[in-house]
């Protein structure tokens, strides 16, 4: 039925890549102490991302997560890193109220993980009988274009709206030479 | 087939999403930067994405509804990204640092 050999391991194996490389870029972009390095993280938890949606039939998707997260977003990011300061600050509470506080942080993290896990696990998702297109790129397009065009004009709308908001938000307060 | 390959199972990417919305949570209530919790922000954001994404996939009659609803929340990510740095621009102006503990002035 294939005509490679072991094509179904290395299928896996690039899904098993992709998975991990979500995970460690997320915990890289929580863990580590420098902003620019977490930075870095969500930038390689998005390429994982994207590995994902390739994996679940939508092309476009894996290739807009790349261009507006990695290419947009964590860019964003990295200049206002360089426009402000840089490092998380030195703690300057006690010893106690930090492991008080990871302790409840790292409690909620997996009381959410268990919970989840459990529950997508655990319950009987339905299939659905039959497709009604194949969910391609012109698929996309036309329901833009038809079912969800007003959405889709707010939504350029809500974009324009946050840039100008930025633009004025960032204008005050700058001094003139 | 009985035992489907594992790109094939509703469950991992549940699993999945449910570690990046846990690991953003967890950040969120570390952090103590304007940016890493705003990057925390950016974690959960995506863990919706790709839960919706994989209910899309798995158990919905149209697929387009997922992929345009996942392209929506990327773009309001974005602008929620430009307004966000903006603001933290504007503090780290008027305070200089992002230190989120220092903003207490409307602290009654």
């Known amino acids: ?177 | 087939m009985n035992n489907p390959a594992l790109h094939d199972r509703l469950d991992l990417y549940l699993v999945a999403g449910a570690f990046l919305l846990a690991v953003g949570i967890f950040g969120l209530i570390r952090r103590r930067t304007l940016i890493g919790m705003l990057i925390s922000g950016e974690l959960i954001f995506s863990a919706a994405s790709l839960n919706l994404m994989a209910f899309n996939r798995f158990t919905v009659q149209d697929p387009t509804v997922g992929q345009i609803f996942v392209l929506f929340i990327m773009g309001l990510a974005a602008a929620e990204v430009a307004i966000a740095l903006s603001i933290i621009i504007a503090v780290y102006r008027n305070y200089r640092s992002v230190n989120s503990r220092g903003l207490s002035e409307l602290n009654g």
């Open chain 1, 1 to 177: 039925m294939s005509s490679f050999p072991a094509d179904k391991l290395i299928i896996d194996a690039i899904f098993l890549l992709s998975l991990v490389t979500m995970g460690v870029g997320a915990l890289i972009a929580i863990l580590s102490s420098r902003l620019i390095r977490s930075v870095c993280g969500l930038a390689i938890c998005c390429i994982g991302l994207a590995g994902l949606y390739y994996f679940l039939h939508s092309p476009f998707l894996a290739m807009m997560e790349i261009l507006i997260y990695v290419g947009a977003v964590c860019v964003t990011i990295v200049f206002a890193i360089m426009l402000a300061e840089t490092d998380e600050p030195a703690r300057e509470e006690s010893r106690g109220t930090t492991i008080l506080w990871g302790g409840t942080a790292l409690a909620a993290a997996v009381a959410i993980f268990g919970g989840l896990t459990w529950l997508s696990t655990q319950s009987p998702w339905p299939s659905p009988t039959n497709l009604l297109n194949d969910g391609s790129i012109e698929a996309i397009g036309r329901a833009l274009l038809t079912t969800y065009s007003l959405a889709f004009e707010l939504i350029s709308l809500a974009l324009l709206v946050a840039v100008l908001g930025a633009l004025a938000i960032a204008r005050t307060g700058r001094t003139k030479p």
